[in-house]
């Protein structure tokens, strides 16, 4: 409820969810979903009849060995694929119905070269409702302070006018982060974005990452292949199998936050992490998708 | 370019005339053969006034054709790219028709619109379209996924994702493109002109060669040439500074 106060800064859109409809239903129901690319002989399953729910406010990792289908869920959720079987509720109705905000973040930066870094962290604000309509007045005066106050908060504030190429592939992920957040999402999608980092820049962007979560508290799902991002920032970890992906571990992680990197050196912290690692790596060995773990490496 | 290779082809350009003057000064060769570039020089100037005219009819010419050729260029480049089904079914017709040669096509003209200006035109416009679909089309049909993806998590419409992303990624494949058809662009008018005109530089050569006024030829070449250098720098320029972020300079990225 608390929560819910906090967000009212912003006019809903039309068609937004009504506080009641979201206390009663998760933001998010993925049920028996299946996804198959191909046809005939090249056909690969990636999921099959997966379930999953997320609450609104929750914090969900999904983590898996690669080609396990988490990205599958997390683009089916995006509305970028559609799933072969199975059905996708957001508040109850069935996705596309409803215009929830979605912020998402990429493995890659993926912002546009031809604009600035100002200019693309406000590209959300251009593009969905109920930004859009206050574009041309808005533009060069509330949404760019908005713009340069997010990137001052992850140590970007001389480089608004700057263009991706000029920065760094750690400072340009940072901008990412802003991009998907400018427009204060219900739901933030994050697909490996700190994926293709070195350990130290990773690290640094997770507190980026928390403060920001702290801040505006969206519902997130996070994919990832490394178990301590998952520990250090979710507050509950899902473990898929190999493929097709199954759901093999769900498990909350109650550490206080904000967390920092001596919480990764914690005992309880080092255990589950030992636990879950053992965990995917039975699946991969016993589970359906033994074989095929190897043959998609 | 740094200043000692801007030097270097400046020299290269001015040495290139002084060779050639030089060399029919030596060789005693005729002027009716090839005139030294002092004496088209000279002709040029003589005959400014009366040259005037044909250059303005040129110039006109290929702009009004290459106007319309990159217009018509765009829409159907836009077209073609703007899906993968499009662009792979379109494509085979596209390579056909771009590797006819286009002096062919000016008897057509001449037979349809008469001697004049309208087959100039025209010729302009046919050869300078292709480069441009080709690239336009090229250019939005590589857009990276990955760039549209993210508009779409926005709920973008597709005109939304042809105007924030796939437009303005073709861009610099368009202007690659106008600095090859605005040359084009005059090959063909003067074609056409050669063929079946009355006026413009190239029918003035035309006729200064049946004369065997040869340095007048020359001169005819000279003003092509000068109007070709001319447009292209215009267009380099606004390339430059329309898509200069595609020509990232690497010793201003961090690391």
């Known amino acids: 409820m608390t929560m819910a106060a906090e967000r009212t800064a912003i006019p809903s859109p039309p068609g937004a969810i009504a506080p009641t409809e979201s206390l009663s239903r998760p933001l998010i129901q993925i049920e028996d979903v299946s996804l198959t690319y191909g046809r005939g002989e090249r056909e690969v399953q990636a999921l099959s009849r997966t379930s999953l729910d997320v609450p609104n406010g929750d914090f969900v990792a999904l983590v898996g060995p690669s080609g396990c289908g988490k990205s599958t869920i997390l683009k089916i959720v995006a509305q970028l694929l559609s799933p072969s079987e199975g059905h996708v509720f957001v508040v109850g109705r069935e996705i596309g119905a409803v215009a929830i905000r979605i912020g998402m973040a990429f493995q890659n930066p993926t912002l546009l070269p031809w604009l600035s870094i100002r200019d693309n962290v406000m590209l959300p604000l251009k593009i969905s409702q109920p930004f859009r309509r206050d574009w041309r007045r808005k533009k060069n005066g509330e949404y760019r302070d908005r713009a340069e106050a997010l990137l001052a908060k992850v140590g970007l504030s001389g480089f608004a006018g700057h263009y991706p190429w000029q920065l760094s592939g750690g400072m340009q992920q940072r901008a990412s982060l802003c991009r998907a957040l400018v427009h204060e999402p219900t739901l933030l999608l994050l697909d490996e974005p700190f994926g293709a980092l070195d350990q130290f820049t990773r690290e640094e962007l997770w507190d980026v990452l928390q403060a920001l979560w702290m801040e505006q508290k969206p519902t997130v799902l996070l994919v990832t292949h490394d178990l301590r991002e998952s520990a250090y920032l979710a507050n509950r970890i899902v473990v898929m199998s190999a493929r097709p992906g199954r759901i093999i571990v769900d498990e909350r992680v109650d550490y206080a936050r904000p967390r920092s990197i001596e919480t990764t050196f914690r005992p309880d912290f080092v255990e589950l992490n030992h636990r879950l690692r053992s965990l995917i790596f039975e699946a991969r060995a016993a589970g359906p998708g033994a074989v095929p773990a190897g043959a998609a490496a | ?255």
């Open chain 2, 1 to 255: 370019m740094k200043n000692t290779e801007r030097f270097a082809s400046t020299a290269l350009i001015v040495g290139f005339f002084l060779v050639w003057e030089l060399a029919c000064i030596a060789f005693g060769i005729s002027e009716i053969v090839l005139p030294r570039p002092s004496q088209i020089l000279m002709t040029l100037i003589e005959r400014w006034p009366a040259l005037v005219p044909h250059t303005v009819q040129t110039l006109y010419t290929t702009l009004v054709g290459f106007a319309l050729g990159v217009g018509i260029g765009v829409v159907i480049g836009m077209i073609i790219g703007s899906s993968r089904v499009a662009y792979n079914v379109a494509f085979p017709l596209l390579v056909g028709l771009s590797s006819i040669p286009k002096v062919a096509v000016v008897p057509i003209f001449v037979l349809w619109f008469g001697a004049g200006t309208v087959p100039a035109v025209l010729t302009a416009v046919v050869i300078s379209i292709f480069p441009v679909v080709v690239n336009v089309a090229t250019g939005l049909a590589t857009t990276e996924p990955e760039l549209e993806d993210v508009l779409r998590t926005l709920r973008a419409s597709r005109t939304d994702i042809l105007f924030n992303v796939g437009l303005p990624r073709a861009m610099p494949y368009f202007f690659a493109s106008l600095k090859v058809a605005v040359t084009l662009a005059f090959v063909g008018s003067v074609i056409a002109e050669t063929v079946a005109g009355n006026r413009g530089i190239g029918n003035m050569m035309l006729i200064a060669s049946a004369n065997f006024n040869v340095p007048l030829t020359f001169a005819g070449l000279f003003i092509l040439a000068a109007m070709g250098i001319g447009l292209y720098l215009i267009f380099a320029a606004i390339e430059k500074r329309v898509t200069g972020w595609a020509n990232r300079k690497a010793e201003l990225a961090m690391g």
